[in-house]
């Protein structure tokens, strides 16, 4: 599989476990209520998965626009999208 698939998958697929902490975090599930924790949340998980997938990926990306595209921004619109519909609706 390329490594650009590879890299994106695995930032969607945490963007949408970022969401779903980031929302039992500002509904309360945790016992208290954090709407910028959350956020702050969701940014430790993006830096530790960018950690991750850069030791998958190795040396075939490099320099901060193709990770700009090929990580950060699937993780931010997959963790805004459905952390605004897991709010609205769990």
Do not use: R
């Not at 890299?7 to 910028?36: R, Y």
């Not at 956020?39 to 490099?62: H, R, T």
Request: glycine share 8%; no cysteine; net charge negative.
């Amino acid at each position: 599989m390329d490594t650009t698939v590879k890299v994106t998958s695995i930032h969607i697929v945490a963007g949408l476990f970022a969401a779903l902490l980031s929302t039992g975090l500002s509904l309360g599930w945790f016992g208290f209520k954090n709407d910028m924790f959350a956020f702050f949340v969701a940014v430790i998980i993006l830096y530790f998965v960018g950690q991750f997938a850069q030791k998958i990926a190795g040396d075939e990306i490099s320099g901060f626009s193709q990770w700009l595209w090929d990580g950060i921004s699937p993780f931010y619109f997959t963790w805004v999208i459905a952390y605004t519909l897991f709010v609205m609706y769990l």
